[in-house]
């Protein structure tokens, strides 16, 4: 059995689940942009709001909202609707047709070791939704949809990522060929893991309750430079070398997103600014943020301000993915044995 070529394309998608922080911005958005002006890969970008309602009860015109914000972000992070495929997953009814065949593939041992399902079912495990149980094989649906080759995400999507893999060895082997890929992880660069500015040793979240251990987007830039400002340090300067950061998270994190937003690497940033206390680096650092957050902010609200544009965008994005993703699925059935009308 020879394997099939499949052709360089690239998938991610984000939860419109309110709110992004610069974790996603360079954790994930960034990252996308990059891989998108690359022209090495065909790239689909995704409004994953079927993912966004698995974990708590939600209003459905905030959730309109938060989609319609999410796509605002992509494109003033820099994400092109022409050189792109950006649009929303719940308008591609494949996303949900495939995942009802890897829920049939994916074993519930499996999706019962995911660290993120234990984090967010808690102790109660039995009053979660059973959306939130198979979320990871909807997420393996939204990538190998479209024969994905390459995720680029944040650290925290690795062992998801891992599972997509397992999922689509499984059915290959069970169906015995190579239909679908197995797709490659891509988490890398400076800030694949942004942590809370308040504690170096819990990752940057939108929901974690308190505003201070994070930037948002939509921050104003006075916001972002006082909570930059304010971010948790240590008295000492910075060190010469990487190896002096160990032990210290949150001055490494410090140097980490500077490193991200400045596209330098972390030693590069020490070379610049060794020997500095936190109180003048932070100053610069604040800098910096303003200078690149700052326009995407106004960007957002510039495309806020007309949703209907907005709508367009993903209505058209959606009919682009459609035909991807309609023979993929078509070809899948064909697979597992479904009648075709
Ligand atoms: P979510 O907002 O959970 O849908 O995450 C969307 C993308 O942002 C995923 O690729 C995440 O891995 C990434 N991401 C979220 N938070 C962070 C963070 N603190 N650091 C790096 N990447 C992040
Ligand atoms: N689970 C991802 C997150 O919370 C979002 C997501 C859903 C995703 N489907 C995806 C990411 C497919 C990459 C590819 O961050």
Redesign the pocket.
């Known amino acids: 059995m020879t394997a099939p070529h499949f052709a360089p394309r690239v998938f ?1 998608g ?2 419109p ?1 309110g709110g992004l ?1 610069l ?2 911005y ?3 958005m960034k990252r996308f942009v990059t891989m998108q002006d690359a022209g090495t890969h065909q790239t689909i970008y995704c409004m994953v709001d079927l993912h966004a309602i698995t974990a708590t009860l939600h209003d459905p015109e905030t959730l309109r909202r938060n989609t319609r914000e999410l796509c605002a972000g992509f494109i003033a992070v820099g994400i092109d609707p022409e050189k792109s495929i950006l649009f929303n997953q719940s308008q591609v009814p494949e996303h949900a047709q495939l995942a009802w065949i890897f829920n049939c593939v994916a074993r519930m041992g499996w999706m019962g070791r995911m660290t993120q399902w234990k984090d967010k079912a808690g102790k109660n495990a039995e009053a979660a939704s059973l959306g939130l149980f198979a979320y990871p094989a909807l997420m393996a649906a939204d990538i190998l949809i479209y024969h994905a080759t390459h995720v680029p ?5 690795k062992q998801h990522l891992e599972l997509t893999r397992d999922i689509a060895a499984k059915f290959n082997h069970d169906y015995g060929q190579e239909f679908f890929p197995i797709t490659e992880p891509v988490i890398e660069g400076a ?4 942590m809370n500015l308040q504690d170096g040793t819990k ?4 929901s974690d309750p308190s505003d201070k251990t994070r930037i948002n987007l939509t921050d104003r830039a006075d916001d972002i430079a006082k909570k930059i400002r304010k971010a948790k340090t240590d008295p000492d300067p910075l060190p010469e070398a990487l190896a002096g950061l160990d032990a210290r998270p949150e001055a490494r994190n410090l140097v980490n997103i500077y490193a991200a937003l400045a596209d330098i690497s972390p030693q590069a940033v020490l070379d610049q600014h060794q020997g500095a206390l936190f109180g003048h680096f932070k100053m610069a650092l604040a800098d910096l943020a303003v200078d690149k957050l700052s326009p995407i902010t106004t960007e957002m609200s510039r495309l806020m301000a007309d949703p209907a544009e907005i709508d367009r965008i993903l209505g058209r994005g959606a009919q682009r993915a459609r035909e991807i993703a309609a023979p993929i699925l078509a070809q899948t059935y064909d697979i597992v044995g479904m009648l075709r009308s």
């Open positions: 991610s984000i939860q689940s922080t974790g996603n360079l954790g994930a995400v944040g650290e925290d999507q800030a694949t893991r942004v990752k940057m979240s939108k």
